[in-house]
DNA sequence: GCGATCAGCGG
DNA sequence: GACTCGCTGATCGCC
């Protein structure tokens, strides 16, 4: 019996494959290459052997952080086949393989291949038929070319896949149409749904009139893969089909670029077509089990289900909506700039005596701190630095540097807002931003193309860009915005008594913190103080240290430190939260938002100190960021189907992180900013109260 | 034509 | 390995 029993070291297997096997992570952001090396090892040694049986040891040492949690899941993963010896059968290895493809290698696997057969077809009887196969879900993908669909793959029982060209009377309405029948009866799933919302409308969404609900989870609905790859592993950008390949079925898809280059799609041959479109198609059917079941296990179904598919749906109405930019007026604003932008290149080419590029951080360098002699202070990679904070200190130095500075803020309304944005404006003389819900590793939306969330604000030349964002003829925009809403939420969830008073107060929350931290009077509070209490609440929210509150404020890192040390004086919950929500992290390996959106942070369990730092304030901000972003998409869901309940005529258009714009019709101006306000306010109860600001304006510069 | 670098906008 | 992040525009060196 001994001679069959194979006796194996755990922390030695391991170790040995930690530093053979090239690091990686799995798909939650965890290192996983040597508990993916000791287990392959494991299989080939028990498949290539006659032992029958196993039994593995572990010792508590283990000085290598990076090491040690690989151990440990090592060790979870064999203790949940039994103790001491454990007989080597089919099973084990079987699990073990399983075990192993849990853990998502960036290699490949080999054995998987696509189990697929096409069929390309066009014929409008065969097509009719494929609409009435009987299953309880399926899977397509809506090939697009720069708005025009081309054809769609669409697959039963994901290993048999169809494509129908988009072509004579199969068109894109009719396709899409037929898959907004199918969705009555069954469940789809696509890559990127919101793609295909143009022609393709789900019935869950085009009968609903009810916002949020916990308890709504799964049932018959539609399915993104990206969406929820992107839920499970946040922190991945540029998810393709082929990374869901890769990452869920250990397939090997060409990308898009690497078939079709930058060509046209439309020129491409039928046959690669019809074949890319299936492919993910068939990915999507065959992924799509294993993600639900990873979202059940992490406990993210309700944020798939309730809140993100529901969303986007909704950002693609936003975008289809757009927003009126008047072209003459933007046209006049950049004008106006331009005058002013020229008269201070005369200038700043008299002060240097010579014409060079301004714009050109290399030759303003050499300008300001060779030719003029100008003190140098910070450097880059590549030269000086002549970034605003830098130029506004040599200000006194030299006139040239004040007009270099107002020099960069027109050119940059100019360049990025003025010329950026016209070129924008379509036809229907809107501007179609895309939201893009998988991009941040909080939870954020994102908007490209243009990015409608960083129009300026902070000056008033700036803000008024906004003059040129209209609502159409007779309409306002109704404005509404939480006020400190991640704030709100650090008192919740740090349940710090001091923070949740003030907002029960309900004064002037930064005044408020200063009083406290100055130990001065409410109504003493100088200016500076209020100023600095506020970039302290800024910095806290936004996970900054004391060297970022130190550069924001132009003071030194030390008195940086102080205000941050007064401050955790002040709000001693805060402190703790910060301390427990750093170790959960550590602990746990993610961050978790109030409705469980996860954020790998592998960073804090770098050897690394500035690494580790940074994992610490990802940490420690992620969970704020993130509920807002949750709350936000609650937000958004309560007021985009209350607004469909009343059937009013006034639209959701846009979303800037705490802020919402519904272009709103006259005669429902008083029931719009009421059910803004209230569905915002309700959309989560926390112990201190949601507050939101509306505004009702015939401009984006009024209403805000 | 492309990617790296620098700069600056918002929340 | 730097100090928030995501986005965009201008420049510049490289192929």
């Known amino acids: 019996m001994s001679e069959n029993l194979l006796i194996v070291n755990g922390n030695e297997l391991i170790s040995d494959a930690f530093y053979k096997t090239p690091a990686f992570t799995n798909s939650e952001g965890v290192f996983v290459n040597g508990v993916y090396g000791g287990i392959f090892k494991l299989i080939s040694i028990l498949k290539t052997s006659e032992y029958k049986a196993l039994s593995i040891s572990f010792s508590e040492e283990c000085g290598n952080e990076r090491l040690k949690p690989q151990i440990l899941k090592f060790k979870e993963i064999i203790e949940a086949k039994g103790q001491g010896e454990i007989p080597v059968t089919k099973e084990l290895l079987e699990s073990l393989e399983n075990a192993l493809k849990d ?81 009555e009866r069954m469940s789809l799933c696509s890559f990127d749904i919101k793609e295909s919302y143009k022609y393709f409308e789900p019935s869950e969404f085009a009968n609903r009139t009810y916002g949020y609900k916990d308890e709504d989870v799964s049932g018959n609905k539609c399915f993104d893969v990206l969406i929820g790859a992107y839920l499970i592993n946040p922190l991945k950008n540029d998810y393709e089909p082929w990374d869901v390949a890769k990452e869920y079925l250990k397939l090997t898809l060409p990308k898009r670029a690497d078939l079709f280059g930058k060509e046209p799609l439309a020129n491409a041959d039928i046959k690669v077509l019809s074949e890319y479109a299936s492919k993910i198609a068939y990915i999507c059917f065959n992924a799509e089990p294993l993600i639900r079941a990873k979202l059940a296990k992490t406990g993210m179904e309700r944020l798939m289900y309730n809140i993100e598919m529901p969303l986007s749906y909704i950002l693609y109405s936003m975008e289809k909506e757009g927003i009126i930019v008047k072209r003459d007026e933007l046209k006049a604003y950049g004008d106006k700039l331009l ?38 202070e910070k450097k880059t990679k590549s030269g000086y ?31 990025t807002y003025a010329d950026g944005l016209a070129a924008y404006i379509a036809d229907d003389n809107r501007i179609h931003t895309s939201f893009n819900q998988t991009i941040t590793a909080t939870g954020r939306i994102s908007s490209t193309e243009p990015n409608l969330q960083n129009i300026p604000m902070r000056t008033e030349l700036g803000r008024l860009i906004r003059k040129v964002f209209v609502p159409k003829d007779g309409y306002v925009f109704a404005d509404a915005d939480y006020s400190q809403i991640e704030l709100r939420i650090l008192a919740h969830m740090s349940e710090d008594k001091g923070l949740i008073e003030a907002y029960h107060e309900g004064k002037d929350i930064h005044r408020i913190t200063a009083s406290k931290v100055f130990h001065v009077p409410f109504e003493e509070v100088t200016s500076l103080q209020r100023r600095n209490a506020k970039a302290v609440n800024f910095g806290i929210v936004y996970g900054i240290s004391a060297f970022g509150l130190s550069q924001d404020l132009s003071i ?110 006259p005669d429902e101006v008083d029931t719009v900013t009421k059910l803004l306000v209230e569905e915002m306010e309700k959309a989560v109860t926390l112990s201190v109260p949601m507050e939101v600001d509306c505004h009702i304006g015939s401009d984006w510069y009024e209403a805000k």
């Open 556 to 665: 030194s890192a030390h008195e940086a430190k102080e205000y941050m040390e007064k401050y955790f004086e002040t709000y001693p919950g805060v402190k703790k939260y910060q301390e427990d929500v750093i170790a959960s992290t550590k602990a746990k390996g993610y961050s978790e938002t109030m409705f469980g959106r996860r954020r790998p942070v592998p960073e804090l369990k770098a050897s690394n100190f500035n690494l580790r730092q940074f994992g610490e304030r990802v940490a420690m901000n992620a969970p704020i960021q993130g509920t807002a972003a949750d709350i936000m998409k609650i937000a958004m869901i309560d007021v985009f189907f209350k607004l469909k309940e009343l059937s009013l005529k006034s639209k959701l258009i846009l979303q800037i992180h705490d802020e919402l714009v519904i272009e709103t019709a």
């Open 339 to 376: 005058v002013r932008i020229d008269e201070l290149e005369k200038a700043i080419y008299e002060a240097a005596g010579i014409e060079f590029n301004i714009n050109s951080p290399k030759q303003l360098g050499e300008i300001l701190f060779e030719k003029l002699g100008l003190p140098a």
């Open 385 to 415: 630095s002549t970034a605003a904070d830098v130029l506004e200190k040599l200000a006194p130095e030299h006139k040239i540097v004040a007009d270099i500075l107002e020099y960069r803020g027109l050119t940059k309304l100019k360049s």
């Open 103 to 183: 853990l998502s290698p960036s290699g490949e696997v080999k054995g998987a291949s696509f189990d697929m057969t096409l069929k390309v077809t066009s014929d409008l009887n065969e097509v009719e038929a494929l609409f009435e196969t009987k299953s309880d879900r399926a899977a397509f993908y809506f090939l697009t070319d720069i708005g025009d669909f081309l054809g769609l793959g669409i697959s039963f029982d994901g290993s048999n896949v169809t494509y129908i060209p988009v072509e004579n009377f199969i068109t894109a309405d009719y396709l899409g149409k037929k898959l907004s029948i199918l969705s």
